[in-house]
T-cell receptor, first 113, second 113 residues
Framework: AQSVTQLGSHVSVSEGALVLLRCNYS??????LFWYVQYPNQGLQLLLK??????LVKGINGFEAEFKKSETSFHLTKPSAHMSDAAEYFC???????????FGSGTRLQVQP | KAGVTQTPRYLIKTRGQQVTLSCSPI?????VSWYQQTPGQGLQFLFE???????NKGNFPGRFSGRQFSNSRSEMNVSTLELGDSALYLC????????????FGPGTRLTVT
């Protein structure tokens, strides 16, 4: 079955430290990939998307993600965490031939002062 | 442009009742998708509408239904509510039925007692 795996349901970093949130998909055909962020009591906000153009994708709020076909990964990074980055992050995949997004289980990012 | 709007934001219903949730997509967007978010199951796809036609449906019982109007606004209905239907229901709109990204509304928090 096509799935999305986010390693680590909780990640804690210090303010100013590197943020790395992991996402792996299961498909031999590269899908369309997205990262969303959800703040408490809010909907999902699109951070960035990969649609087979550049493998390194830059998004909003200083986030970026790199598509690695050989590793079937699309990890999200940010060089320096800010307190306002504390939220839940979801990796989502749109597999070829499917219209719906398949979401990972989410990673809650905590930023320590 | 205004974002995706969902009404109501919060709703409390009793088991056995039915409920209708509303979603207004971003102006010009013609595709609307619905997702259910729960702590246990995460984000799950309910259905998608494009040009007033249901294009895709997730693995939910027939109690969950929806429709789309000519102005692209969408409603979803849940009949004979069960406790397990308590969730955040998210609506997402996209420009078309291709690979364009989905933009989410703030959600409707449904509590079934």
């Amino acid at each position: 079955a096509q799935s999305v795996t986010q390693l680590g349901s909780h990640v804690s970093v210090s303010e100013g430290a590197l943020v790395l949130l992991r996402c792996n998909y299961s498909s031999s055909v590269p899908p369309y990939l997205f990262w969303y962020v959800q703040y408490p009591n809010q909907g999902l906000q699109l951070l960035l998307k990969y649609t087979s153009a550049a493998t390194l994708v830059k998004g909003i709020n200083g986030f970026e993600a790199e598509f690695k076909k050989s590793e079937t990964s699309f990890h999200l990074t940010k060089p320096s965490a800010h307190m306002s980055d504390a939220a839940e992050y979801f990796c989502a995949v749109r597999y070829t031939g499917r219209r719906a997004l398949t979401f990972g289980s989410g990673t809650r990012l905590q930023v320590q002062p | 442009k205004a974002g995706v709007t969902q009404t109501p934001r919060y709703l409390i219903k009793t088991r056995g009742q039915q409920v209708t949730l509303s979603c207004s997509p971003i102006s010009g967007h013609r595709s609307v998708s619905w997702y259910q978010q729960t702590p246990g199951q995460g984000l799950q796809f309910l259905f998608e509408y494009f040009s007033e036609t249901q294009r895709n449906k997730g693995n939910f019982p027939g109690r969950f239904s929806g429709r789309q109007f000519s102005n692209s606004r969408s409603e979803m209905n849940v009949s004979t509510l069960e406790l397990g239907d308590s969730a955040l229901y998210l609506c997402a709109s996209s420009l078309d039925e291709g690979v364009s990204e989905q933009y989410f509304g703030p959600g409707t928090r449904l509590t079934v007692t």
